[in-house]
């Protein structure tokens, strides 16, 4: 099992450009969580998706970030016009119910 | 929604010394607390976690405590090592939400 994938790793936007960051859960698992940390900081709860759903964005900024969890493929955490606060590092983890969460290496994004 | 609020932020201890970090939380429907442990640029990692049926668990040197009428819970490391020292983060969530909220998260450094 190759754990949850998540890439780039490391990705350099400039201001305005869209950054697209994907997560592959686990094998087995159903739920998808995007979380983002600043430097020196906590981790942030973003977006909670299950396949095809979202199920809670209550994290989520309402403006310019996007997430979709679609039947085939990876979760896609998508921010459009990229300014510097976004600079941080966004960290998916998946589960297959209610706990058991398992984090990725994290994406982290640098806005220029 | 829950606030979970973690102390202390750094904490140094000698090699072989005891650390303690304590989290509180707000939400009294919150029933599962997992331990997270971050070392620099990696991802969280699951430590140790507790459900609210049970007071206390322990796997070798490291032992959660909860305490549901306080609403707060805490990490426990005995026969600290260097290879401990990393970011600790707390965390709190509730059945059918699914979504963690983590606390602020506490830098333990083990002297050696």
């Known amino acids: 099992n190759a754990g949850v994938m998540q890439n780039p790793r490391h990705l350099v936007r400039r201001r305005g450009q869209e950054a697209r960051l994907r997560c592959s859960p686990m094998?087995?698992?159903?739920?998808v969580y995007w979380y983002r940390q600043l430097p020196e900081e906590g981790l942030k709860f973003m977006v909670y998706?299950?396949?095809?759903?979202?199920?809670?964005e209550s994290g989520m900024p309402k403006e310019r970030f996007s997430a979709e969890f679609p039947k085939e493929g990876p979760s896609i955490l998508r921010i459009q016009q990229v300014v510097r606060g976004d600079s941080a590092a966004y960290f998916c983890a998946s589960s297959p119910g209610a706990d058991g969460y398992t984090f990725g290496s994290g994406t982290r994004l640098t806005v220029v | 929604g829950e606030n979970v609020e973690q102390h202390p932020s750094t904490l140094s201890v000698q090699e072989g010394d005891s650390a303690v970090i304590k989290c509180t939380y707000s939400?009294?429907?919150?029933?599962?607390f997992p331990w997270y442990k971050q070392e620099l640029g990696k991802r969280p990692q699951l430590i140790i976690d507790i459900r609210s049926n049970v007071g206390e668990k322990k796997d070798q040197r490291i032992a959660v405590t909860l305490n549901k009428t306080a609403k707060h819970f805490s990490l426990h490391i005995t026969e600290t090592q260097p290879e401990d020292s990393a970011v600790y983060f707390c965390?709190?969530?509730?059945?059918?939400?699914?979504?963690?909220?983590f606390g602020t998260g506490t830098r333990l450094t083990v002297i050696p």
């Open positions: 939400d009294s429907a919150s029933n599962y």
């Open positions: 998706l299950q396949k095809e759903n979202i199920i809670d």
């Open positions: 965390a709190a969530s509730k059945t059918g939400a699914n979504n963690l909220f």
């Open positions: 094998k087995g698992h159903s739920h």
